[in-house]
């Protein structure tokens, strides 16, 4: 049995049916022709990050391009409910960052944001390769829809900015009470159309004028257990903990 390959196609229209043709982007069809060395008559999958997949037979090649013929189409449901929301100040080595957003796409969630905060390390990112990565993560571990990326935000435009569904800020302040993430989760089912949002600062924390900032625009204090974790860690027992909590049954 010959090896599944997966291609990310977004253009793929929702009207798509049992064959209609169409070409793989160039990127896609370097990979395929050149790397995988695909022929006519190979099967491929075609996914298109928001719960299509269709199986496709190559037909030939066209300047370069691979051009495919549709014989499947599956429409997915969500593997999780709501909308998981990822807020993360980068750290300076952007190889963590980019670690992050592969492990959290094989997890799932649906969504990272990234926080220029008083005490970052890094205040500007440039979003095309963790884009890639996280391409590449929802092709490996099949996921049916891609999470998508924000620029880098300023802390007090983003929580400004957020003001709805279930909210929490990950902070290190004792002096301010905190609730643990997962047994506040865990203790009311998430809705299918519910927002949950989580704030993890950078390796200096938040600043408590930030902590207190997000508290009066309605955040939720919480801790990530006793431990005391790198961001990219605290992002990613974040991002688990939202997806063990808002599981389909």
Not at 220 to 235: D, F, I, K, M, Y
Request: with cysteine; glycine share 8%.
């Amino acid at each position: 049995m010959k090896e599944q390959r997966f291609f990310y196609t977004p253009e793929l229209s929702a009207r798509i049916r049992v064959g209609t043709e169409g070409l793989l982007s160039e990127e896609e069809s370097r990979h395929a022709l050149r790397v995988l060395r695909l022929t006519e008559g190979d099967m491929l999958t075609l996914m298109d990050g928001r719960g299509t997949f269709c199986e496709a037979t190559m037909t030939g090649s066209e300047h370069h391009r691979l051009r495919y013929a549709i014989q499947n189409v599956r429409t997915l449901q969500p593997e999780w409910n709501g909308h998981l929301h990822l807020a993360i100040a980068p750290t300076k080595m952007m190889e963590r960052v980019e670690w992050l957003a592969e492990k959290a796409t094989e997890i799932g969630f649906d969504r990272l944001s990234l926080l220029d905060c008083r005490f970052s390390e890094r205040h500007l990112v440039k979003t095309e390769r963790i884009e890639r990565i996280i391409v590449a993560a929802v092709k490996q571990s099949r996921k049916a829809w891609v999470p998508q990326v924000g620029g880098m935000t300023a802390f007090a435009q983003f929580v400004g900015n957020n003001q709805h569904g279930r909210r929490y800020i990950a902070h290190c302040y004792d002096e301010i009470p905190r609730t643990e993430l997962y047994d506040l989760l865990m203790a009311e089912p998430v809705g299918s159309d519910e927002r949950i949002s989580v704030l993890v600062g950078p390796e200096g924390d938040f600043s408590f004028d930030e902590v207190k900032q997000a508290l009066d625009a309605g955040f939720v204090s919480v801790s990530l257990g006793s431990s005391r974790l790198r961001t990219e860690t605290a992002g990613l027992m974040a991002v688990t903990m939202m997806r063990l909590a808002a599981r389909n049954s």
